[in-house]
Nanobody, 115 residues
Framework: QVQLVESGGGLVQAGGSLRLSCTTSGIMFNRYTMGWYRQAPGKQRTLVADITSGGTTKYVDSAKSRFTISRDNVRRMVWLQMNSLEPDDTAVYYC?????????WGQGTQVTVSS
């Protein structure tokens, strides 16, 4: 059974930091591109950052210089270090794994940034 479980969300003041974690099981982790997505109320779910099996990273413009995605293929985990958080970062953050046609999502973790 495939499971992706996010943790690390919470309430933080603007300018603060959070580190999101995604623990996986049931997939050949080192083959999958792992990504973090977010969905704010009333908005579509969008990519924040992703990292390929080889470690190549991609960020949306709003995350560049503030967020860092990383992975550990032995521990089968992916992280999103978020610094200098802003109220516009408030959203549910989801972990996604994909490889070819295989795609899996976690249940999400809430991040709330107060001004």
């Amino acid at each position: 059974q495939v499971q992706l479980v996010e943790s690390g969300g919470g309430l933080v003041q603007a300018g603060g930091s959070l580190r999101l974690s995604c623990t996986t099981s049931g997939i050949m982790f080192n083959r999958y591109t792992m990504g973090w997505y977010r969905q704010a109320p009333g908005k579509q779910r969008t990519l924040v950052a992703d990292i390929t099996s080889g470690g190549t990273t991609k960020y949306v413009d709003s995350a560049k210089s503030r967020f860092t995605i990383s992975r550990d293929n032995v521990r089968r985990m992916v992280w999103l270090q978020m610094n200098s958080l802003e109220p516009d970062d408030t959203a549910v953050y989801y972990c996604r794994s994909h490889w070819g046609l295989r795609e899996y999502w976690g249940q999400g973790t809430q991040v709330t940034v107060s001004s």
